[in-house]
């Protein structure tokens, strides 16, 4: 199994422009999240998803955010408009149900400037 | 909002030496996950915890769930170079299905020859 698969790996934009984060999760596993990591607040989950329907988006941080999963093989983290505040590396995971462990794809390391 | 405090937030040893990690809440938890993080990568799963007072060890890694499930730690026998990195312990709520994972501080270790 190829993993967690998350693109792009690095994204750099100008404050103010739309930015689009990808996942595709491990086939067969019912849940997705997408969690931010940065040295200030650590792993924070942003929202989850069950069968590709969105069950908790309190720790999206505003409207800027929003996040869809069209089908069970793709996710997509958009950001519009971007600020610097933003920077950070967000990780999307994934999980067969909730007696497993969490697979994390590599990240994406997003950085407003 | 449920915490999950780890200590110490960075520790620096001689390959050979023991060492301890702590991480404590004053939430009670369904069950506890420990996960490693290298650079440039995401959390991979060490282990997961379920019941109070439960002992796991993998290899010289010895995982114990406290008895009331606030608390964890992660002991580390003849810590060794490949151990570096960071370790994190996640808690799944006792509502929600335990789907939600907080992520503790985390803590940094570095194994030097």
């Known amino acids: 199994d190829a993993g967690v698969i998350q693109s792009p790996r690095h994204e750099v934009t100008e404050m103010g422009q739309e930015v689009t984060l990808r996942c595709k999760p491990i086939?067969?596993?019912?849940?997705l999240f997408w969690y931010r990591q940065t040295m200030m607040r650590g792993l924070e989950l942003l929202i989850y998803?069950?069968?590709?329907?969105?069950?908790?988006d309190s720790g999206m941080p505003e409207d800027r955010f929003s996040a869809k999963m069209p089908n069970a093989s793709f996710s997509t983290l958009k950001i519009q408009p971007s600020e610097p505040r933003d920077s950070a590396v967000y990780f999307c995971?994934?999980?067969?149900?909730?007696?497993?462990?969490?697979?994390f794809g590599s990240g994406t390391r997003l950085t407003v400037v | 909002t449920q915490l999950l405090e780890q200590s110490p937030q960075f520790l620096s040893i001689q390959e050979g030496e023991n060492l301890t990690v702590y991480c404590n809440s004053s939430?009670?938890?369904?069950?506890l996950q420990w996960y490693r993080q290298e650079p440039g990568e995401g959390p991979v799963l060490l282990v997961t915890?379920?019941?109070?007072?439960e002992v796991k060890k993998l290899k010289r890694l010895t995982f114990q769930f406290g008895d009331a499930r606030k608390d964890s730690s992660l002991h580390i026998t003849a810590a060794q170079p490949g151990d570096t990195g960071l370790y994190l312990c996640?808690?799944?709520?006792?509502?929600?299905?335990?789907?939600?994972?907080?992520f503790g501080t985390g803590t940094q270790l570095k194994v030097e020859l």
């Open positions: 998803f069950n069968n590709n329907v969105p069950i908790d």
């Open positions: 086939s067969g596993h019912d849940y």
């Open positions: 996640a808690g799944a709520g006792i509502t929600g299905g335990g789907n939600k994972l907080t």
């Open positions: 939430s009670v938890f369904s069950s």
């Open positions: 995971a994934s999980r067969r149900d909730r007696f497993y462990g969490y697979t």
């Open positions: 915890v379920v019941t109070g007072g």
